[in-house]
């Protein structure tokens, strides 16, 4: 597949490392800045090109001719929607993927058709970072949580304490603990390396476990991997950026939420936009300002400035100053590990989560999910099967028939309006929803080819 990424900075250059990464793909990035291409390309195998990312001239050098997807993610809203105009009229690109950052363009759906601004997909990484962040606050002491089939069915992560029911025991004993609902442990990451449990597997302190349940029940399992937190209440968020605003418009209704904001001018806007929230003008590394504000009584803070540097020390100080959880946004993936593995708790990584949005797009077979995990090592997905047992690999067989990559399991099937926990001898059926945890995404083109739907399979 030939994949043109126009912008090479955060989110570009991290679509680039994970496409290039797969040997389907043709990878060409488009950027203005030789300096920034020049590092790429001694780190990736694709094909750069230097130049406006909305001129004609730069797209047909760079391929679109014969592209078969264009993924606009320069910083600029109006670069991306004119350049996925000119890949439509000019080469007439199938898929045009476009990054759109203002809330009043995503918001304007009508714009995007073909016979107006032929832009296929919009993604939005603020709202995509809002939404992981509310899931985290949803559920108290996950590490990540993501949802699949429309939100009926939750993949959790969360780390294994010494409270935790199961810790210490077998994984078969799980359903002794629990009658009348089912989850199903997708995968353990212990010192960093990672396992496809059995039932004779036995959860550690210190374990990360991933499990897909049921969303009426992940709180009922979460209480198995560690003691259950309280529900949260009160929370502070650094920055008035575009994030910090999505996230306070989204919880100040159900919680207590001040936001922090240095600029006097933007602090009035703010305060303009949200209804409930209280809006601060100070520094959020200011220790008098956060001891003033009762940081010890704040159930989550949030640094979500566009400084890293900023939201890792107003992090650490407010969880030295008492506040019960703390997270950062961490833009360099490389300080994501080496800040978590210190006093803070979670480290927010927009192009980790981003990149799934992108993922679900360019993947064969008719995949409709795709959640980056473990900063892009594993990945989990959402595929809807096809056909019937004579075209289909998967279609009327039972999961222990199917031929997996090694690494690979399925994990659940939503069928209509039921969430089936999948066992060995679960049968596929024609549009089930198929949701799979994998733990060596190299393995991704063999996975793809067994939700294709072939003319008959031998």
């Known amino acids: 597949m030939k994949i043109l990424i126009l912008g090479a900075g955060q989110v570009g250059s991290s679509a680039a490392y994970h496409l290039s990464r797969e040997e389907a793909n043709e990878v060409t990035v488009v950027d203005m800045r030789p300096d920034v291409l020049r590092e790429l390309q001694d780190r990736l195998d694709i094909r750069t ?56 363009y995503m918001n304007a759906s009508k714009l995007f058709t073909q016979d107006a601004i032929p832009i296929d ?11 992981f962040i509310e899931q985290l606050i949803l559920y108290p002491g996950s590490s990540q949580v993501h949802e699949f089939a429309d939100g009926r069915v939750r993949l ?25 609902t089912e989850a199903r442990i997708a995968a353990i990451y212990r010192d960093g390396k990672a396992m496809l449990p059995t039932g004779e597997t036995v959860i550690q302190e210190g374990d990360e476990v991933f499990f897909i349940a049921d969303r009426k029940d992940i709180r009922v399992f979460m209480s198995e991997m560690r003691r259950l937190e309280d529900p949260v209440r009160r929370v502070v968020i650094a920055g008035g950026g575009n994030i910090g605003v999505r996230l306070a418009m989204a919880l100040e209704h159900t919680n207590q939420v001040k936001i ?35 940081i010890d009584n704040v159930d989550v803070f949030c ?18 100053l008492g506040a019960h959880k703390v997270m950062a946004l961490i833009n360099r993936p490389s300080y994501v590990d080496l800040v978590e593995a210190g006093t803070i708790d979670i480290a927010i990584s927009p192009q980790q989560v981003t990149i799934g949005s992108l993922l679900a797009h360019v993947r064969r077979g008719d995949v409709v999910k795709v ?64 949701i799979l ?22």
């Not at 592209?67 to 080469?91: H, P, R």
């Not at 209280?278 to 504000?293: C, F, P, R, T, Y």
């Not at 990945?379 to 039972?398: C, L, Q, T």
């Not at 945890?437 to 031998?458: A, N, P, W």
């Open 49 to 104: 090109v230097v130049g406006h990312a909305a001129y004609p001239d730069v797209l047909e050098r760079a391929g679109a001719n014969d592209a078969d997807i264009i993924v606009a993610l320069t910083d600029t809203d109006e670069t991306n929607m004119v350049a996925c105009q000119v890949a439509y009229t000019g080469f007439r690109t199938p898929t045009k993927i476009a990054r759109i950052r203002s809330a009043e």
């Open 121 to 131: 997909v919009r993604i939005s990484p603020e709202q995509l970072v809002c939404s």
């Open 156 to 180: 959790v992560g969360a780390k294994a304490d010494r409270e935790g029911l199961l810790v210490g025991q077998r994984i078969s004993t799980l359903k002794d603990h629990i009658t009348n």
């Open 260 to 294: 922090i904001e240095r600029d006097p001018r933007r602090a009035r806007q703010i305060s303009e936009q949200l209804n409930k929230a209280i809006v601060l003008v100070g520094d959020a590394a200011d220790e008098e300002l956060l001891l003033e504000k009762n």
């Open 303 to 320: 640094a979500l400035t566009n400084s890293e540097e900023a939201n890792i020390l107003s992090s650490m100080l407010s969880k030295r």
């Open 371 to 434: 959640h980056s995990l473990r900063r892009g090592a594993a990945e989990a997905m959402e595929a809807i099967a096809h056909g019937d047992k004579d075209s289909s690999k998967v279609v009327g067989r039972s999961i222990e028939e199917i031929d997996l990559p090694k690494g690979t399991a399925i994990v659940a099937i939503v069928r209509g309006d039921q969430v089936i926990i999948a066992h060995h001898d679960t049968v596929i059926e024609t549009d089930d929803h198929v």
């Open 437 to 458: 945890f994998m733990t060596d995404r190299r393995k991704i083109e063999r996975l793809e080819s067994l939700f294709q739907v072939g003319v008959s399979f031998v």
